[in-house]
């Protein structure tokens, strides 16, 4: 009886416990596996070989060899990794490659003695995800299906209303970029005053992270068409995981003989991400892992990548099938071409694990369209594009469709003129109209005037504003419309109040000969006696004038405000002279962003006491603008002598 006992006590635990095991194991499986079709992590050994599958060309799927190397339980807290080999002749000559990032890996077990490679025989243990450049054996990261069918069973249906993210990094990221391109002061200052305003100061270029000798996803490639536009592009997508490749511009359509070819979704297939459709095809190219179909076969969730493409977690990013034209070798990272044959609905999960798409949720475009008329009115044309509603890359390639389509046939010539005009029209019925002048023509000077707009309205802490359509009318004109202040006289160096005086400024054309504008400024009858600066120059100095004397025009409380300040700081007309007499000893207070000029000194005193933090004292200026035909750069000052009895000094 006491045998019995005890036998009980022992037993009554232990079943307990392996109760709790098998209620645990169950848990940790996630919706979706199938242990007929996937292989958990627990199960792989170093040695077990199998296959991949991927596209290297066309739409045809095709396998390569795998051999487990090993396996890291926790490379990142709670997550696993499988590492393989690839011993086959093509993946030794290519090495990991851009694009393949999802292919499935199938690994055999002793009882599979049907050893096909075409996704029927073996099981899927992962999505090729992680790789190293410059290596010299075909190593590479497999991310576990269970991890990426953990990012599927979290993945939901997008609703109508989104939320958006505003971190600053598409205003910090615009700001540098801007900053380090090779255009003149005169190009970057309407980018410098968003900056401003969104509190941007440091714009120093961040330290390259990027290190070969490094694991790390593979990025996804992303055709554009010339070094010009990768070097662009580069500091915005780099860090999001997609890798810019000049390889010419990227077709509109598919080629002739997959044209209309209909492609299921099925693993090892492409899988397109498309940002830019329309007259352009812009695709951030992966590859399909798995299908999940509900009982009746139906598809509920595509899984791809086995890396995330943003990692923002709920997404409504566009998704489609598409082909390979060919994977380039590339000494540092091999990476495919590739493009979109058919947009069939939308990632709506996007995870450090795995990209998860839906087939039956529609994506969503906003339209930007190019006009761009040449001297030579046979070459002008429209372009018309649908670019992906998403808060981050929707800025991004609205600004760059205007250099898409100015390129599409020739390069500008480079003694020439671009002036482009811009509606831009955001949520809440704002519209936003831009024009500039770019004097020799220089491309990333149309970027440089737009993104200041895009990124600061659509990236800001007080209301991130949705971008709904952009139209832009881009007109090439030949010569070189730039004109540079090279001197100032003034008629008389003492004024009395109520007097005008005349500037006489000389002015350089490009290539041409100077010449004198004159410029007549009336000086208030009031003025009290002394010095007083007057600046002449272009609207670049007219616009930093006006903020060191008026500093309430930067202060903002709502996303409006932010809007007036920015069209107040950046409206300046490029084709203008502007003269600025400010009167030092004039001042005023404002309340907010309202003027209250002329106050007594006293009254002044109270309202911009540290008390006050809604009251900020500023300078009362006189400032004329005369329109030129010439962009205007340069600047001169000089000093104006008023005196109401300048006889009394003789």
Not at 118 to 130: L, M, N, T
Not at 143 to 155: K, N, T, V
Not at 199 to 205: A, M, Q, V
Not at 216 to 226: D, E, F, H, N, Y
Request: hydrophobic share 35%.
């Amino acid at each position: 009886m006491l045998k019995r006992y005890l036998t009980l006590r022992w037993l009554i635990p232990c079943a307990v416990m392996l109760c709790m095991s098998a209620t645990t194991a169950r848990a940790q499986i996630p919706a979706g596996f199938d242990s007929a079709r996937h292989m958990s992590v627990r199960e792989v050994r170093p040695g077990m070989t199998g296959y991949g599958l991927s596209v290297f060309s066309g739409t045809r799927i095709e396998p390569f060899d795998v051999e487990v190397v090993s396996v890291e339980s926790a490379s990142r807290p709670g997550k696993a990794v499988v590492w393989i080999r690839c011993p086959g002749d093509r993946m030794q000559k290519l090495g990991p490659v851009q694009g393949m990032s999802g292919s499935p890996i199938y690994l055999w077990t002793e009882r599979d003695r049907n050893r096909r490679r075409d996704g029927s025989s073996g099981r899927i243990i992962g999505a090729f995800a992680y790789g190293f450049g410059l290596s010299k054996d075909a190593y590479a990261g497999v991310q576990p299906i269970e991890q990426m069918l953990q990012a599927s069973a979290r993945a939901k249906t997008p609703t109508p209303s989104k939320q958006r993210a505003a971190n600053g990094k598409l205003m910090s990221t615009a700001v540098r970029a801007i900053r380090n391109m090779p255009l003149s002061a005169d190009r970057r200052w309407r980018m410098d005053i968003a900056a401003k305003l969104a509190g941007t100061s440091d714009t120093r270029p961040e330290p390259s992270t990027t290190n070969t000798t490094n694991r790390m996803p593979l990025a996804i490639p992303l055709r554009v068409g010339s070094a010009r536009d990768a070097t662009l592009l580069t500091p915005f997508l780099k860090e999001m995981g997609i890798q810019p490749v000049a390889a010419g511009r990227p077709a509109t359509t598919a080629p002739s003989w997959l044209k209309g070819k209909q492609i299921p979704y099925e693993p090892g297939g492409v899988l397109s991400v498309p940002l830019v459709t329309g007259d352009v095809d812009f695709p951030a190219v992966g590859t399909i892992t798995d299908v999940l179909r509900d009982s009746e076969g139906r598809i509920t969730n595509v899984l791809g990548f086995g890396h995330a493409f943003m990692g923002e977690g709920a997404s409504h990013m566009p998704m489609g099938t598409g082909y390979v034209h060919y994977v380039q070798p590339n000494l540092s990272t091999s990476f495919k071409l590739g493009g979109t044959l058919q947009i069939r609905g939308s990632i709506i999960n996007d995870e450090s694990t795995a990209v998860i798409g839906n087939p039956t949720v529609k994506p969503s475009f906003r339209p930007s369209v190019v006009h761009v008329t040449w001297p030579d009115d046979t070459k002008s044309r429209t372009f018309r594009y649908n670019i992906a509603d998403h808060y981050y890359y929707l800025p991004i390639f609205t600004a760059y469709s205007a250099i898409m389509s100015i390129s599409s046939d020739t390069n500008i010539p480079l003694h020439s003129t671009m002036e482009m005009r811009s509606t831009l029209k955001f949520s809440g019925d704002r519209t936003v109209n831009l024009r500039a002048i770019i004097p020799e023509a220089n491309p990333m000077g149309l970027f440089a005037e737009m993104m200041p707009f895009l990124s600061l309205l659509t990236d800001n802490p007080l209301e991130p504003l949705d971008l709904l359509s952009a139209e832009t009318h881009i007109t090439i004109k030949p010569g070189v419309q730039a004109a540079t202040i090279t001197n100032i006289t003034l008629d008389r160096a003492i004024v009395r109040p109520g007097e005008k005086i005349i500037a006489n400024i000389e002015l350089t054309p490009y290539r041409g000969d100077p010449f004198i504008h004159q410029c007549a400024l009336q000086v208030p009858d009031d003025l009290p006696d002394g010095m007083y600066p007057l600046h002449i120059g272009g609207a670049r100095e007219y616009t930093r004038r006006l903020m060191e004397t008026r500093p309430h025009l930067t202060r903002f409380t709502n996303v409006d405000e932010l809007l007036e300040a920015l069209l107040t700081l950046t409206s300046a007309p490029d084709d203008a002279v502007y003269s600025t007499l400010v009167l030092n000893q004039r001042k005023g207070v404002a309340i907010g962003r309202s003027e209250l000029p002329k106050l007594p000194g006293s009254r002044q005193a109270l309202l911009a006491a540290r008390t006050n933090s809604n009251a900020r004292p500023y300078t009362e200026t006189i400032a004329k603008q005369d329109r030129m035909p010439y962009v205007i750069s340069g600047q001169m000052s000089a000093s104006i002598s008023v005196k109401r009895y300048p006889e009394l000094d003789k």
